[in-house]
């Protein structure tokens, strides 16, 4: 059985930082690409950042220099370091697992920035 566990989601103010953490089982997690994707409310879920199986990275330009995604294959485990929080960052947020022909969601994680 496959599993994604996001984790680290709160409430922040803005300019505040969050790590979130997404651990996988019932998969070869070394095998996989890795996402961070967010739905806010009211709007269809998008693409953060990407990280492959080989490290490199990509971000959407409403994260990058902020957000930095990162991954242990020893832990199976994803992270997503948040900087600088806005209050349009506010949002669920979700981790995905993608090969070439699967493809895993988690159940989400919600953050909520507000002073």
């Known amino acids: 059985q496959v599993q994604l566990v996001e984790s680290g989601g709160g409430l922040v103010q803005p300019g505040g930082s969050l790590r979130l953490s997404c651990a996988a089982s019932g998969i070869l997690f070394s095998s996989y690409a890795m996402g961070w994707y967010r739905q806010a409310p009211g709007k269809q879920r998008e693409l953060l950042t990407t990280i492959t199986r080989g490290g490199s990275t990509y971000y959407v330009d409403s994260v990058k220099n902020r957000f930095t995604i990162s991954r242990d294959n020893a832990k199976n485990t994803v992270y997503l370091q948040m900087n600088n929080l806005k209050f349009e960052d506010t949002a669920v947020y979700y981790c995905?697992?993608?090969?070439?022909?699967?493809?895993?969601w988690g159940q989400g994680t919600r953050v909520t920035v507000s002073s």
């Open positions: 995905n697992a993608a090969t070439y022909n699967r493809e895993y």
